[in-house]
């Protein structure tokens, strides 16, 4: 059974830096494009990034840009997102998400919860 489990989120002042991970458990890692997403509260899903299988692509929307860092480590079957110069506008729950459209799969985890304030 495939699980996907993020970590990381917290509370941290406009400015401030976080880093996310996301370890998948139970299929092979590199079969998967990785993507996180987030939920303000009242709002609708948002893709914040995603990276391709081995890591060669990144796409970001465009509120973070400059700002957020997505990247993986294959072996250890994690993927990272480093947040630098957090907004409020930030604050969400982050959702990391596992697809492999060859084998019909997509997994997401249980969300962690970023809140940027003062």
């Known amino acids: 059974q495939v699980q996907v489990v993020e970590s990381g989120g917290g509370l941290v002042q406009p400015g401030g830096s976080l880093r996310l991970s996301c370890e998948v458990s139970g299929s092979t890692f590199r079969y998967y494009t990785m993507f996180w997403h987030r939920q303000a509260p009242g709002k609708g899903r948002e893709l914040v990034a995603g990276?391709?299988?081995?890591?060669?692509?990144?796409n970001y929307t465009e509120s973070v840009k400059g700002r957020f860092t997505l990247s993986r480590d294959n072996a250890k079957n994690t993927v990272y997102l480093q947040m630098n110069n957090l907004k409020p506008e930030d604050t969400a729950v982050y959702y990391c998400?596992?697809?492999?459209?060859?084998?019909?799969?997509?997994?997401w985890g249980q969300g962690t919860q970023v809140t940027v304030s003062s």
């Open positions: 990276i391709t299988n081995f890591g060669i692509t990144t």
């Open positions: 998400n596992a697809v492999s459209l060859s084998m019909g799969h997509n997994y």
